[in-house]
């Protein structure tokens, strides 16, 4: 029997078990399964009421080069090419071991959870890496959980984190990209007809029985599928139950300290305890700690993501590993008060910026980035602007037809009545381009040279400023139907709106220093034996880049897996 915790008022008994698990999103369901087939006595413990964490609200797109399940598709890719790229972007940066691991065992990691568990994983036949370097693929890298049907999961269905609303319609129906198009021109085709009759036909019958729709995709599929796995195998889930400390002796973690509604109790552990809390998130001291001021504000993660894992795992000896490109990894978030009070966060990934006929443009007006890259080297190129000109917030620009066509925001494309958009203060609008500088407060002659400027590079098709619409993933997300450039048309006549975009982070990269194995290092750089992190947790092995779709989630499961294959004796070690 241990000695009573602090604030215990008896000692209570000791569960002992082989592996903890802490926090139920992609990398730690991923542990707890792996480690239970495996044969470990494994408990996964969740510190809210539902699984999935920042999963659930992601994408759900899952990064693995040279894949089984990419090669059957024929879209075949190779590790070759795929280190080659890695090379090209992150350069001299440290994480080779890491990345090594993450390559060699990607795939088998993929083939172990098809062939084990309920999920199942559909590559992308189109789905570009992030930049235009030597070795990118166009697709087959990145791979998405297949849909799921969450009434499978019956009263489960209610513990899976649903996603953003502002990514729902219709009081909770998830659309993907491929939905978009079809829903936006229903009697374009027979084919659009049908798929847009199934979707509103299933959505009306779910809203009968169910909160939301249960046609789940992306992240919340993923989610889905992995809780699925695991209540197929008994396997423990303890829900509202938190880690608050780790308990080290003899170099060795031994036991952790959970709490849920009775108190805190502790559980003994053979082989080790697995963090998985979604990294740094709303941590107010790793916040203040790891990121530029002006990037403080918003995070993409849920607000009960407070970085408790890195948190208990630095009082437990753990080293931080930050020497990062970018201490996290960024998408520019437009931001909305809604009626109660709270801000609703939008994140502009993929829908609005590579379309042709928007800017963006900081307090001088002008551009400071190609719009169409990645989410991340938008923000980046913004905190680079925001040292010589204020440029946080920056604001993207666009007129009617744009929002008329492509949506900007919250606001849908096709939107009718955008008042409450502009009541609000989301969207501001102008008559003319001075008339909306004035309204966002940037500088008028600036905004007006950078607009003409912008139109005659429409006009030619060539961005000679950023090279907008000149990469791979620039025209993937560009109007396919434009020309010359998918990317770029003229910006007018007015009207011309803006919304503002703020810097908010949708993983840290900087996290506990961990080796190839997951297993966390202390101050020294040795593991510290029975304690391993996967996922935000972990420093990124891409060192604050973002090659491609999925780079966070892909490492999740890999070293998810590696970590409950490492303390289960199954890597060789
Ligand atoms: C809009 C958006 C889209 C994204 N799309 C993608 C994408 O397509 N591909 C990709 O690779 N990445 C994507 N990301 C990033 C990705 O979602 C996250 O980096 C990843 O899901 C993190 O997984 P995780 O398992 O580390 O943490 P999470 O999924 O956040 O799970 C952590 C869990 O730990 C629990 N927890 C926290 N503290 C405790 C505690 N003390 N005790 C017990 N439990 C605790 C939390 O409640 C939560 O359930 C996206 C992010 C956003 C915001």
Redesign the pocket.
Known sequence: MPDPLPGQQAPMPEQEIDLLV???????MTAALVGAIEGLRTVL????GM?????????????IPGSHQSEQAGIPDSIEDAKTYLNAVIGPSGGNAGRAAFLNTGPTMLDYLEAHTDVRFIPAPAHPDYQDRPGAAFGGRALGAAPFDGRRLGHDFARVRPP?PEFLVLGGMMVGKTDIPLLLAPFGSLTALKHVIGLIGRHALDRLRHKRGTRLIM?NALVARLLYSLRRRDIPLLFE???EQLIVSGGRVTRAVLRDAQGPRSIRVRKGVVL????IAWNEQLRTLLFPEPARRFS???E???G??IAAALQAGAGLDDNMQSPALW?PSSVMQRPDGTASVY?H?ILDRAKPGLIAVNSAGRRFVNEADSYHDFVAAMLRAHQTVPSIPAFLICDGSFIRDYGLGLVHPGTRDISRFLESGYLKRGDTLAALAQAIGVDAKGLQDTVARHNAFAYSGVDDEFGRGSSPLNRFNGDADHKPNPCMRPIGPGPFFAVAVWPAD??GSAGLHTDENARVLDLNQQPIDGLYA????AASIFRGTYPG??????P?LVFGWRAAMHAAGKLGQ
């Open positions: 802490i926090g139920a999103g992609a990398a730690g413990c969740e510190k809210t699984v999935g964490g920042t999963t659930s609200t992601s994408a759900g797109t899952v990064w953003r992240g139950t938190q880690l998985a809390t979604g990294g993409l993660a849920p009960s993501n407070s408790d894992g998408m994140p990934i949708l993983a996967a996922g935000a947790d779709p999925g780079t966070m989630i892909g999740a």
